[in-house]
């Protein structure tokens, strides 16, 4: 056969063989891979078991089951698959390979397991540490997630893939939006090995990594949110500049202020500070209470510090109570504008007016007090009244007075510098 009568069927048969998804060696590509449901069952608890069956090239090549929990059923579960809110084919640990990913629970931000592809075994296998990312944007080369949002704040994750670890959390990013406590901008923490690196923080998003403002868009892209604003209500807001130290105390007292008890040293006192937030109508301010640099948050019932006075302190990896008093309504703490405290105790016809300053391991240094005795405590009391004493010594009327709106009332901080609790 002459090769001018060969060069047609040699084009047939290969036409032949493309068409047939038969490849010539040396010219292999990755297969096409589909997923469909096949089914469900109802479990004892309320959740679902998904059958996906996955094909390769048109062939069955495995059965994949999740358990879900969807809460969220409008339509049914065949129209959801048919829109892809059920599961889904995309490349979620950057291998060139798709993956499966499979609604988990359809409740808050949503959650998602995966099934990776693996190309020496040609299967599916299940990736545990998936689940944990919340409405997951995938971005090469790292999985985001949008985690707590409201007026306040927002919070993105960054997770990166390992075969050996799976997907762990590279990368914090808190969007802070000056509405509350802590007015710092962005807080950035990164992580290695699991363990938080020294936070770094801007005052607005110039210094951001590209990535975090594609990652806004993509986990949440009804919004179109450009992180970078200073503000996604007020453009024209200007968080106020701070230390490292401060804006990762402001990101705890936040948390504290939203009821986020799991930084507390001491759980007692988380619990009763729950149930004081609770309550309602707290009011908080910022001050430097023991001149280390960093503010401390105080907390008071609005208008009746006696009936709540609080005191917190974040030490760098924990929140510590220095004051939490909701029994001793005739006693209470409150602060003047230098960052020392008073302790006002009125009892028994008296007032003791004590000044003090907190160290930095919350322990107290008595500054100076004043004592008003103004009617006896009850008809056997024989001590002189009235009576009036500063530091020990005895005053009359008009030196109390003077000395009393010299160091305590006339340091009051203003009503402005309180603010109620988000």
């Not at 009568?5 to 891979?33: D, K, M, Q």
Request: net charge negative; hydrophobic share 35%.
């Amino acid at each position: 056969m002459s090769p001018v009568r060969a060069r047609p069927a040699f084009l047939f048969l290969s036409a032949l063989c493309l068409a047939l998804g038969v490849l010539w060696p040396g010219r292999a590509g990755p297969p096409e891979y589909t997923v469909a449901l096949d089914g469900w069952e109802e479990a004892e608890d309320g959740w679902k078991v998904l059958r996906l069956s996955v094909y390769r090239d048109g062939r069955f090549l495995q059965t994949l089951e999740e358990r879900t929990d969807l809460l969220f059923q409008y339509d049914g579960l065949e129209v959801m698959a048919a829109r892809g809110e059920l599961f889904s084919l995309e490349d979620l640990n950057f291998d060139g390979y798709d993956d499966v990913k499979v609604l988990y629970e359809n409740f808050r931000n949503g959650a998602y397991d995966a099934f990776l592809y693996d190309p020496e075994t040609e299967r599916f296998y299940e990736e545990p540490t998936f689940i944990q990312i919340t409405a997951p944007a995938v971005q090469a080369p790292y999985v985001f997630s949008m985690g707590a949002s409201g007026a306040a704040y927002t919070y993105f994750y960054r997770y990166e893939y390992t075969r050996d670890k799976g997907y762990t959390l590279s990368a914090e990013l808190a969007v802070l939006s000056g509405y509350d406590v802590c007015e710092v901008g962005f807080v950035e923490t990164l992580y290695e090995d699991g363990a938080a690196l020294p936070l770094r923080w801007w005052a607005d998003g110039g210094e951001l990594d590209p990535l975090w403002t594609e990652a806004s868009l993509a986990v949440d892209p009804a919004h179109k949110w450009d992180i970078r604003a200073r503000n996604f209500w007020d453009p024209e807001y200007a968080p106020p500049a701070c230390s490292q130290a401060e804006a990762a105390a402001r990101l705890a007292y936040s948390g504290v202020l939203y009821g986020d008890t799991s930084l507390f040293a001491d759980p007692a006192a988380g619990e009763t500070w729950r149930w004081c937030r609770e309550r309602g109508d707290l009011e908080y301010t910022l001050l430097d209470l023991d001149g280390e640099g960093t503010n401390e948050l105080l907390v008071q019932w609005r208008e009746d510090p006696g009936g709540l006075n609080a005191v917190f302190r974040w030490d760098g990896g924990k929140i510590v109570c220095w004051q939490l008093d909701t029994v001793e309504a005739t006693c209470h703490d409150y602060p003047l504008r230098d960052g020392s405290m008073v302790r006002q105790y009125d009892y028994g016809g008296a007032s003791t007016y004590t000044r003090f300053r907190y160290r930095a391991d919350g322990t107290e240094e008595t500054q100076g007090e004043l004592y008003a005795r103004y009617h006896p405590w009850n008809e056997n009391d024989r001590r002189p009244c009235p009576f009036y004493s500063v530091d020990g010594r005895e005053v009359d009327e008009a030196a109390f007075d003077a000395a009393l709106a010299e160091t305590v009332t006339g340091q009051c901080l203003d009503r402005a510098a309180w603010r109620p609790l988000p």
